[in-house]
Nanobody, 128 residues
Framework: QVKLVESGGGLVQPGGSLEVSCHSSGFTLNLYCIAWFRQAPGKEREGVSWINSDGNGDYTYYADSVKGRFTISRDNAKNIVYLQMNRLKPEGTAVYYC???????????????????WGQGTQVTVSS
């Protein structure tokens, strides 16, 4: 059974750092693109970061709004995908979700619609 479980959210001050994790099970992690999305109250779900692999190594992708501040990585042995978030801004307050599209394999889509497996989300609040 495919499962994604996020953890690590919390309250952080503007300019601070936080790492959220996506614990996966039921599939081979390095064969798939894993995405992080976030959704703020009253807003649409927004793509944040993506990671995939072609066997030679991991490839990472970022939304322009987080490029240079966020880092996605994964530990295939532990089946965990991480999102390290630095220099957080108040507009980063949202529920953060990891997602998987079982039909697309290692292809990453920047929109939320194709993803058919989602975790329950973890709340990140950036506030002083």
């Amino acid at each position: 059974q495919v499962k994604l479980v996020e953890s690590g959210g919390g309250l952080v001050q503007p300019g601070g750092s936080l790492e959220v994790s996506c614990h996966s099970s039921g599939f081979t992690l390095n064969l798939y693109c894993i995405a992080w999305f976030r959704q703020a109250p009253g807003k649409e779900r927004e793509g944040v970061s993506w990671i995939n692999s072609d066997g030679n190594g991991d490839y990472t992708y970022y939304a322009d709004s987080v490029k240079g501040r966020f880092t996605i990585s994964r530990d295939n042995a532990k089946n965990i995908v991480y999102l390290q978030m630095n220099r957080l801004k108040p507009e980063g307050t949202a529920v953060y979700y990891c997602a998987l599209d079982m039909d697309r394999g290692d292809a990453c889509d920047r929109t939320a619609q194709p993803y058919d497996r989602w975790g329950q989300g973890t709340q990140v609040t950036v506030s002083s």
